[in-house]
């Protein structure tokens, strides 16, 4: 069974930081997939934060959060990451981890999903 399992959200003021972790498990190696953060804010649709290929090579961000966030993925570990900085009240969602076989940033790409992981920026 494929697990994957976010961790590093919580209550931070703006204009501070927070790294998300996702652990992948199961019969299942990172390498082959390309991974994404997704959010969703109250009341909003979700949204792809960051996308990056199984091989590093190619990255996306959206534009509400370029310049701030950086994407990472650790292989060997089973783990891809989301380094937060300069964080925004907008900012404040449930993230998510998510693997997907081939590159897109729409949400119906991804296969796996993780249970999410609470992020509040307090202004």
């Known amino acids: 069974q494929i697990q994957l399992v976010e961790s590093g959200g919580g209550l931070v003021q703006a204009g501070g930081s927070l790294k998300l972790s996702c652990v992948v498990s199961?019969?299942?190696?990172?390498?082959?997939?390309?991974m994404a953060w997704f959010r969703q804010a109250p009341g909003k649709e979700r949204e792809a934060v960051s996308v990056i290929s199984w091989d590093d090579r190619f990255t996306y961000y959206a534009d509400s959060v370029k310049g701030r966030f950086t994407i990472s993925r650790d292989n060997p570990k089973n783990t891809i990451y989301l380094q937060m900085d300069s964080l925004k009240p907008e900012d404040t969602a449930v993230y998510y981890c998510?693997?997907?076989?081939?590159?897109?940033?729409?949400?119906?790409?991804?296969?796996?999903w993780g249970q999410g992981t609470q992020v509040t920026v307090s202004s």
């Open positions: 199961g019969r299942t190696w990172i390498a082959s997939y390309v």
């Open positions: 998510a693997r997907a076989p081939k590159w897109g940033t729409s949400s119906g790409n991804y296969d796996y």
